[in-house]
């Protein structure tokens, strides 16, 4: 059974950090992109960061960039978000994904293979 298991999340005031993590079990995603998208109360949920299998092609929202970093390892499957210089504003459930063609079509949410179940993310001012 492939799984994507989100953790790392919690409550932090503003202009504080939190890594958030992915670990796929189940099979190994050798060639997939990974990234996160999140959805917010209320809100749709929107494309957050992306990245390739080789590392080379990194994507990321315009009201993240400066602020948030992407990163994998290949050998232990995982993915990782740093969030640094958190506002309200980014206070969401948080969605690892995998996506089997790369980080262009990992932007469209309707062309992503694996969802994880989500993770909260609650920053308070």
């Known amino acids: 059974q492939v799984q994507l298991v989100e953790s790392g999340g919690g409550l932090v005031q503003a202009g504080g950090s939190l890594r958030l993590s992915c670990a796929a079990t189940?099979?190994?995603?050798?060639?997939?992109?990974m990234g996160w998208f999140r959805q917010a109360p209320g809100k749709e949920r929107e494309f957050v960061a992306a990245?390739?299998?080789?590392?080379?092609?990194?994507n990321y929202a315009d009201s993240v960039k400066g602020r948030f970093t992407i990163s994998r390892d290949n050998a232990k499957n995982t993915v990782y978000l740093q969030m640094n210089s958190l506002k309200p504003e980014d206070t969401a459930v948080y969605y690892c994904v995998a996506n089997a063609i790369g980080t262009t079509y990992l932007r469209d949410q309707r062309r992503n293979n694996y969802w994880g179940q989500g993770t909260q993310v609650t920053v308070s001012s």
């Open positions: 189940g099979r190994t995603f050798n060639n997939y992109a």
């Open positions: 990245i390739s299998w080789s590392r080379s092609n990194i």
